[in-house]
């Protein structure tokens, strides 16, 4: 039998309630906020994720999942499938020359991402992230707005509360760079102490030792040389006035000088939402701000700061708390016929039910109107209609009510507005365009 691969799942229906209910809040409260969405491939050049993400990290290093495209296929060589959303928003930003737009640019997207890695409970090879990004200018206001709509994204979706924003200023580029001169020579000498995995850090992203689980690696730690320390006045200052606007707008979060987050785009802000048992290991989302991220892929210096959410780790979280995603799959109508000429009316029947916004199912095949009914039972419909040749010869249909078990013959013209006058207008599911296209001269 195959199977879906390693690390990849199949959103179900009932999932599927989940992700449409997220989707739906993100796309709400970011269109309030003045986001515009955007897309952009699912692969791209791997050197936009090298040089934006950063050669040595985890997920450039050891996750990135190559696209082999044709066998010898010049065009191919060297993309692969995004493991965020950033880097590709960032290419497309320099490209489309979108500085020359009112700014800041506000984005968001939601899709899939991919990044290959030992798959565990929460840590997929292919998984859903929703992304807000905000480019083009840099004020701690802007950090603060960020920060704010995500937060209502997460309180809509009901799971704000089981989740602790943690929150960290990791400087400018230069004083990361002298941070990590410092701890590399803080551990000469002490590099036989570490565990392997912590040694190889040491040479390739220090500051990864920071977030280490390693119980050695954080007791050594204790004593080593502290990121603030390193941290210019300007960037202090530009922290402090974020975390008054946070206090302002009254959101929660706890100061967390250890976070550093897998990316080396990093500069400024960096926060995350917690869960509050598992802490960092199952982040819900994660973001920070990235001024030279775009030069860094060939734009002009132009600042910018973003978030990104898991999806799989948000529903997981809401099915915890009990939130329940509207369910907007039921049946309404089951419609079972016996005969040819039955059928044929049907299906013009069923198709007009649903253009009035009525779910409705029926001319499934020719089993008995003993077994449709049967049928009609399992798929769980509110009413059924029935019609036979009898039926069909007096002009009439049977409608019945599943729950109550009553039925009643009525002329068949009357089949439409009767299931619309017993469901209510309000449970109908129409869909209408309700915005205004712009008239175009036909001239
Ligand atoms: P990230 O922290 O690497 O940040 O990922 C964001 C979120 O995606 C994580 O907190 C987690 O919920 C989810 N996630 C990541 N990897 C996996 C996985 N293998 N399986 C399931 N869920 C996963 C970024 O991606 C940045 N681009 C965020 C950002 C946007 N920074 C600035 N703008």
Request: glycine content about 8%.
């Amino acid at each position: 039998m195959f199977r879906t691969p390693k690390g990849t799942h199949d959103v179900l229906p009932e999932d599927h309630q989940y992700m449409t209910y997220i989707k739906k809040a993100v796309r709400h409260r970011a269109r309030q906020a003045g986001y515009k969405r955007i897309e952009t491939p699912m692969f791209e050049n791997k050197a936009i994720f090298e040089r934006g993400i950063g050669e040595h990290t985890d997920i450039v290093e050891k996750e990135l999942f190559m696209v082999s495209g044709k066998k010898n296929d010049e065009d191919s060589a060297g993309l692969a499938l995004r493991p965020e959303f950033t880097a590709g928003i960032c290419r497309s930003y320099i490209e489309h020359g979108m500085h020359q737009l009112p700014q800041p640019v506000e984005f968001y997207s939601f899709g899939p991402c991919y990044r290959y890695d030992r798959p565990q409970k929460g840590r997929y090879r292919q998984f859903h992230q929703f992304d807000m990004e905000i480019i083009g200018l840099k004020d701690p206001s802007i950090d603060a707005q960020l920060i704010l709509v995500i937060s209502k994204i997460l309180t809509d979706l009901k799971i704000r509360g089981r989740l602790k924003l943690q929150i960290n200023n990791i400087g400018t580029t230069e004083n990361r760079q002298a941070y990590i001169e410092s701890l590399k020579d803080f551990f000469i000498g002490k590099e036989r102490n570490l565990p392997e995995l912590d040694q190889k850090r040491l040479k390739t992203n220090p500051l990864r030792l920071l977030d280490s689980k390693e119980e050695d690696t954080q007791i050594i730690l204790k004593s080593a040389p502290v990121m603030d320390q390193f941290i210019d006045d300007d960037s202090k200052e530009f922290h402090s006035t974020l975390i008054g606007y946070l206090d302002e707008l009254g959101v929660e979060y706890e100061k967390n000088a250890t976070l550093v987050r897998g990316l080396d785009y990093y500069t400024q802000t960096v926060f995350e939402f917690w869960d509050e048992s598992t802490g960092a290991q199952n982040a819900v989302g994660g973001g920070g701000r990235y001024d030279g991220l775009i030069e860094l892929l060939g734009g002009r210096s132009t600042p910018g700061v973003g978030f990104a959410g898991g999806v799989e780790r948000m529903i997981w979280h809401m099915k915890e708390a009990g939130v329940k995603a509207p369910f907007k799959d039921q049946v309404d109508v089951f419609v079972a016929q016996l005969g040819p000429e039955a059928k044929k009316k049907c299906l013009t029947l069923i198709s007009d039910l649903r253009d009035r916004g009525v779910h409705t199912l029926g001319a499934l095949g020719e089993a008995s109107l003993k077994s449709q009914m049967r049928l009609a039972d399992k798929f769980g419909a509110r009413y059924t209609l029935l019609l036979g040749k009898m039926e069909v010869k007096s002009g009439t249909i049977i409608i019945k009510d599943m729950e109550a078990g009553k039925q009643q013959e009525i002329k068949f013209k009357e089949a439409i507005p009767t299931v619309l006058k017993f469901i209510g207008e309000e449970n109908l599911d129409t869909y209408t365009l309700r915005d205004k296209f712009v008239d175009v001269d036909e001239d």
